[in-house]
């Protein structure tokens, strides 16, 4: 299990983060929702070193997160960043390969074992027609899949995503989100930010509220749903269908 506990994050002096406390069950969809400026980005980005925790800690099955080095991490949890300033002009199976460097030696050789996940990835995303396409001639929604396709090839049981759906059209964000619950059924832990509550609310085991940089709430969606914590944070008022494929909310 991953575990913040009494983590803050401060930048010159100015909190960003407030003695957060946190836990994401394991094999489970979590989703942190919030206002633009809350610390969701912030709070996902004490993984992968783009935040520096000034105080409190990271357990991740007991052991202290923070004290691994960069690539033991990356052999246990896999992060996907919501923005990449450089897009790479490598060929589209060559990028998905980067995601088995952490468990190369130095030589970077590939084993067959490193290749078959690399081609699970790919075939996993529907990215296998792009194999030796540059990635950055690819469409922004195309280019999301190959990215998260090298994430999956790390082959962590933890996978952080920051806004995976930003540069998706309706039909490839609900692609996308079947992907996440299929990792799910695989047992993997699904730690996420989203901005479409009806998205969250759809394939959530759980939800954390953020306001202030700090956790509201924690709780199934059914019970963030059951309290006010929702017209409160974003001032909204929700309705719920139902049909043969599940329930959608609605948010106004």
Request: glycine share 6%; proline share 4%; aromatic share 8%.
């Amino acid at each position: 299990m991953l575990e913040y506990r009494h983590v803050s994050v401060s930048c010159r002096r100015t909190p960003i983060l407030k003695d957060v406390s946190l836990s994401f069950p394991t094999g489970k969809i979590t989703t942190l929702i919030g206002p633009n400026g809350c610390g969701k980005t912030t709070l996902l980005q004490c993984l992968n070193g783009m935040s520096t925790v000034t105080s409190g800690k990271i357990l991740l099955d007991g052991v202290d997160y923070l004290k691994l080095s960069p690539r033991e991490r990356a052999q246990r949890l896999s992060f996907l960043p919501q923005v990449r300033t450089l897009i790479p002009s490598l060929p589209v199976k060559t990028l998905v390969e980067h995601g088995r460097f952490p468990y190369l030696g130095f030589s970077r050789k590939k084993t067959k074992s490193d290749a078959d996940l690399v081609q699970a990835a790919m075939d996993f995303t529907n990215v296998n027609r792009y194999a030796l396409q540059p990635v950055d001639t690819l469409s922004g929604g195309t280019r999301q899949r190959v990215f998260f396709a090298m994430t999956l090839a790390q082959d962590c049981n933890i996978i952080v995503l920051d806004e995976p759906t930003t540069y998706l059209d309706l039909e490839s964000q609900r692609n996308f989100l079947d992907m996440l619950k299929e990792l799910r059924r695989q047992g993997k832990t699904i730690i996420l930010t989203l901005h479409d509550l009806n998205h969250a609310f759809r394939i959530s085991d759980h939800i954390a509220v953020m306001k202030g940089s700090e956790i509201l709430h924690f709780e199934t969606p059914d019970q963030c749903l059951k309290s006010d914590i929702i017209e409160k944070v974003f001032h909204v008022k929700w309705k719920r269908f139902e049909d043969q494929d599940g329930a959608y909310y609605f948010f106004e």
